[in-house]
């Protein structure tokens, strides 16, 4: 051991006449001798990781001052030594003691600040432990509080908020947050209280992110507190929202918002007297006004030319190579190049195949129309892609789709109904055409027709619980039908009551389970009832558990098949571990034969993980160990939960690993990663995994099926020729669409037995994908909602959660005009101080106001 320096030697000697001054019986040296230590201790510097001095030679002496105390007579000199005694404990106590904060409550009732931020988070553990035992001891924590108000605002007054949330969330006393946020800190207490939810078990997480939602309204910060209401799926919250604010442009933005979330709103007199403003702001929340902003981003970047198949296929490249197998099934080709055609002109209003300019509206009855290259049900999904191509467009979609609903062929009627079913998806028209098209084929005799009326009110109303389209789809269901039928009206329901726990439609869709025949239950299309059955619990976590219970009193063969669906469905985003770990083990099980459950749990896995980045890191690392070591049905479910965790975001290990998989030996496998490396470069234009298709055509060239899936992915990859995402995510990750990911999961579901439903008749199922199916822009308007172009720097986002002070939340970015196309990752901010957007996160259409100030000062 060192020698000490002069200065510490009689630093030394001081505090060690200090400790005899104290055990002395005039009280006034002792009160002298403890305030010479009370200030060695709280003048005293030392780096971060070494004891201060004064502690470090107090350190023997703090058994005999513990004894001493113990002799004292209550009196003020008695308190300061026990304050004395609280700092010392910090380093010498014994682990688990919590003596630092026994002697605080004996002590003054001073500033606990002056002696240090380490001494007060110090007390902090401490009071969190002691807090934990008097709960269970159910004792008296009256004293605890009033020390734990004074440890918050020390905390909220050090730019420590999350110190002090971390303190209230142990003690259960999150609500005192409330009195200690101001203006300067609210927004960073509040944005680390909504990170910390979304790792809380529920109902903590809802009750966290309610005291979120409280602290924005209480500094009449509406746009944030909205994007809360919507995470809690809190339907009161949202109207309190509008209530509460009147500005009128600030509440036309959160009909943006409520529009890209997806949710069916009626705006009231309450919400908004003036009629004609209430009329504008509807309008917004149907989304009328979606197909606008798309073509002018379109036009905007010069992409308004049609694409064909083979500017996307390159089929040409592989004219060479065109063997026996380049003939062989024609009718194959052709239907995957509908799918290409639908997708990468989706929204776009023309492409080269279908549209048909009013001139030639005779030529869509001639065979040598598109429609006609295609063979039965080919024809239904060659018509509802006219209803892709036209998107959101209803009023033009509707005059390009009626001279198919006149047609002959059952086939080319039923496309025609989804096709409208297609274009109103995520919209809604004041004259309703779906209802009043639809509405009238969902019973017919023609199953193709019944279908696509069915499933084009499913699109069309997804999310709405509309009464009468549930009335209108029940019926499918109480009287017998084929399996199909059925099976998609049961998706339809679900899709229409999605997240809305309906005890009504659920136990319709149970009866109609139950009324199967053994050899209907083993259908693959009888999963699709299960899944209907799920969607009515997405995201709505613990509400499942007692429709789970009855439905294990049904000992059939599908129970197993429900039960994992909608424990999935319910977990969906929720990041709980637990249930993570739940799905895991359903994967290490031996199945009986005929059971087929693992495969849900697979995607389970994805689900739950999918909305946070650790989470879902840690789930991608999960499913690498289910490929290695999962038998051959878990394997060909593993591609499709990377493609779930990776939609529309293609992470360069995960590209990877589905492009192995997508050359594995078994067939089922193969197609499932060839869709999901569609699914993961949804919309990005993805070189590499444009490369890596370009591959994979030539090498599967003489595989129908294995092209066709190739062709899909195609497709998917060049959506809308790149300005589409299929993420259900937005707001910067923080909310997800249900319905968005309700159509994304209906297709990961049908594709467990790809061979039976995507390869077979019921190809038509990709077109599911139409409800995730958002620009990912940035279109700023002004003041009268008319498109504004202005500077805005976009980059990589950073996470700026209990960062001090106002952190950079965007790294290495690039100054666009907008409107501007953000990728997945990506974070916008305005480059101009000249106006102030109108929400804190810019995405989709974003109103922006004049700074007036800014005028000023220039």
Known sequence: MAPLSDEDLLLKQQLQLCVEKVMDSDVASRKIALEIMRKEIQTSTSSMTSVPKPLKFLRPHYGTLKVHYETMELSDVKKLLADMLSVLAMTMAAEGKRESLKYRLLGSEGDIGSWGHEYVRNLAGEIAQEYMRRKNEEDTVDDLMELLKQIVAFHMQHNAEHEAVDLLMEVEQLNLLKEHVDKTNYRRTSLYLISSAKYLPEPDHLQVADVGYNIYMKFKDYSRALHIALFLSNMKYVKEVFASCN??????????????????????????????????????????????????????????????????????????????????????????????????????????????????????????????????????????????IMLWDVDNGLSQMDKFLHNSDMHVIGGALLGIGIMNCNIKHE????????????????????????????????????????????????????????????????????????????????????????????????????????????????????????????????????????????????????????????????????????????????MVAMEEELGSDMAIRSLEHLLQYGEDNIRRAVPLALGLLCISNPKVNVTDTLYLLSQDPDMEVAMAAVISLGLIGSGTNNVRISCILGILSGYYYNEASLLFCVRIAQGLLHMGKGLLTLSPCHSERFLFSPKALAGVVILLHACLDIKAIILGKYHYVLYFLVLAIQPRMLLTVDENLKPLAVPVRVGQAVDVVGQAGRPKTITGFQTHLTPVILAAGDRAELATEKYIPLSPILEGFVILRENRDHEEDN
């Open 247 to 388: 500005d009128t442009l600030q509440k036309k933005q959160f009909c943006y918002i409520l529009s890209r979330h997806g949710i069916t709103f009626e705006l009231d007199d309450e919400m908004c007297s003036d009629d004609e403003e209430k009329e504008t702001m509807q309008e917004i929340v149907n989304n009328e006004k979606l197909t606008e902003g798309y073509l002018m981003l379109a036009r905007d970047i010069e992409i308004m030319e049609p694409k064909s198949p083979e500017d996307v296929c390159k089929e040409s490249l592989l004219d060479g190579r065109a063997g026996g197998g380049a003939t062989v099934d024609s009718a194959r080709q052709n239907l995957a190049a509908t799918f290409v055609n639908a997708f990468v002109n989706a929204g776009f209003g023309q492409d080269k195949l279908m549209t048909i300019p009013s001139s030639e509206t005779s030529s869509a009855e001639t065979p040598g129309h598109w429609l006609y290259k295609n063979k039965g049900h080919g024809k239904a999904s060659a018509c509802a892609s006219l209803g892709m």
């Open 431 to 606: 004259y309703d055409p779906a209802w009043a098209t639809l509405a009238d084929h969902t019973d017919r005799e023609d199953s193709i027709v019944s279908i696509g009326a069915v499933m084009g009110l499913g699109l069309a109303y997804a999310g709405s619980r509309n009464k009468k389209v549930t009335d209108k789809l029940t019926i499918n269901l109480v009287h017998p039908k084929s399996l199909d039928v059925i099976a998609f009206t049961a998706i339809s329901l679900g899709l229409v009551h999605v997240g809305s726990c309906d005890v009504g439609v659920e136990q319709t869709i149970i009866n109609a389970l139950m009324n199967l025949s053994e050899s209907e239950l083993g259908d693959p299309l009888t999963r699709l009832m299960a899944l209907g059955l799920g969607l009515l619990y997405l995201g709505k976590q613990e509400r499942v558990a007692e429709t789970a219970q009855v439905f294990n009193t049904y000992h059939n063969k599908i129970t197993k098949y429900c039960n994992v669906t909608m424990l999935s469905c319910a977990y969906a985003g929720s990041g709980d571990v637990l249930k993570v770990q739940h799905f895991i083990g359903q994967c290490a099980q031996h199945l009986d034969e005929g059971e087929t459950h693992q495969g849900p749990a697979v995607i389970g896995i994805a």
